[in-house]
């Protein structure tokens, strides 16, 4: 029962996150709204949680959104605290998720080998 509870409360906190980002509410010009929030992992005590950021930009380009993101962190914390009325908000942690560019690396690859 825990863990429903748990992806719940992650998947609450990936859409007030990613609505954030597409309204614009970051005022740090790093962040833009082709960046999304690809994965959400709490903590089972909900005092942490790590946020997986990707989008189709260059890989420094998304390395500075995420630091604009983590810059960012109190702001979205308390406008997430606000409107999700938990206890306990979470302290937000952004990281980098390069999983889409490894996943084209991989195609290309198989198609070089394929022809």
Known sequence: MADIRLKRFESLLREEISSLILRNEIKDPRVDSMVSVSGVSVSKDLAYAKIRVSG???????????????????????????????????????????????????????EQLST
């Open 56 to 110: 189709f930009k260059e890989r420094n380009e998304l390395e500075s959104a995420v630091a604009g993101l983590n810059n960012a962190a109190g702001f979205i914390q308390s406008r997430v605290g606000s409107k999700l009325k938990a206890r306990l908000t979470p302290r937000l942690s952004f990281f980098a998720d390069h999983s889409i560019e490894e996943s084209f690396e991989v195609n290309s690859s198989i």
